[in-house]
């Protein structure tokens, strides 16, 4: 009777199915889990209004204007706050494209000079539409 020579030993092997399991499970987890803010460095504080707010689907040109009167074109600040300076900016920003809406988001103690230049720069590049964008109001004002 001849017997192999590896008869009494098991061969070793590594089940991996499992680790991929685990794995997309928790890959289930963090994706159901995760909350996407539109989250940004600049802090304003929004002028309130009774109206509802307008749905947006994210294919719109920001504009910020912080209680300094600094100007902020999606991310990016704008060094220089005069009126070429501004529209240099949006036009880089916007392309071609001046049917797209822009979001004016200004501090509520924004000086009224701010937001003005902010429209008329907009303006004289063709913006047409425009939102200003304001938080409801408390019930108790």
């Not at 009774?50 to 209680?67: K, P």
């Not at 071609?96 to 000079?113: E, F, I």
Request: glycine residues 6%.
């Amino acid at each position: 009777m001849k017997i192999a020579p590896n008869a009494g030993e098991d061969e070793f092997e590594i089940n991996v199915i499992p680790l991929i399991d685990v794995m997309l499970v928790l890959l289930m987890f963090l994706v159901l889990t995760t909350t996407f803010h539109n989250t940004t460095r600049v802090k304003i504080t929004l002028p309130e209004a009774s109206a509802t707010a307008a749905s947006t689907d994210g294919q719109e040109l920001v504009v910020m204007i912080d209680r300094d009167a600094r100007f902020y074109v999606g991310p990016n600040e704008v060094l220089n706050p005069s009126l070429e300076t501004l529209k240099e900016a949006l036009a880089q920003a916007a392309g071609n494209n001046r049917g797209q809406r822009v979001v004016l988001r200004a501090d509520g103690r924004t000086p009224h000079q701010a937001v003005v230049t902010a429209m008329d720069a907009l303006a004289q590049l063709g913006f047409a539409n425009l939102q200003i964008a304001t938080v409801p109001a408390e019930a108790g004002n």
